[in-house]
């Protein structure tokens, strides 16, 4: 019978990786409409759309913070290998563990400070001075994402079995499926 804990927890990160995915694609899908709006607007009228570049802006960082998450869920972050066999295979567990877990205090960090700066954007009152918006929702996007990440990866250094298989963003030559 399966553990209770891994089925939640795996239920819970098949369900941050869909909305972390469906995020993606609006957001990759407003930054290009916006894009193309805009040189439409250029192209017709000599003028671009006011808003476009706050946005396309916006926009990105909504595409980088789910990719950033993504990339944690699919094992896909560069990291160097070269030091991979300095080690005996027998301490890869510890090494996963704490590699996991320095990884998730590191975003819990990051997420912190991110969260001061959105409380601070939401005090002040700051705006946009291009669409007269709050920012701070947008940048809200910031500790969701490290927050996130920081469960995704304690998870990982506790339930081993959840760890997605490294791929790695790019393969050396000679490595299996490399160039």
């Known amino acids: 019978m399966a553990d209770p804990s891994n089925t939640f927890a795996t239920a819970l990160l098949t ?11 609006v957001s990759f899908s407003t930054l290009i409409g916006v ?6 607007s ?5 003028a671009g759309l006011f808003w476009a570049s706050q946005v396309g802006v916006w926009a990105n960082v909504f595409v980088v913070m789910t990719g950033f998450g993504l990339a944690s869920a699919d094992g896909a972050h560069l990291r160097p290998r070269f030091a991979d ?5 027998s301490l890869d567990q510890v090494l996963g563990f704490l590699q996991h877990g320095v990884m998730s205090l590191f975003c819990i960090a990051i997420g912190t400070v991110a969260l001061s700066v959105v409380l601070g954007s939401w005090q002040l009152g700051e705006v946009s001075l291009d669409l007269y918006m709050p920012i701070w929702p947008v940048q809200a996007m910031l500790p969701a994402a490290f927050y996130t990440a ?8 506790f339930i ?10 790019i393969q050396a030559v000679g490595e299996a499926g490399g160039a």
Do not use: C, N, Q, S
């Open 15 to 25: 369900i941050i990786r869909r909305v972390e995915k469906l995020l993606a694609i």
């Open 35 to 40: 894009v193309f709006a805009d040189v439409v």
């Open 42 to 46: 250029r192209e017709l009228t000599g």
């Open 85 to 89: 066999g300095w080690l005996p295979a």
């Open 150 to 157: 920081a469960l995704r990866h304690m998870l990982y250094a």
């Open 160 to 169: 081993p079995d959840l760890r997605p298989a490294e791929t790695g963003a």
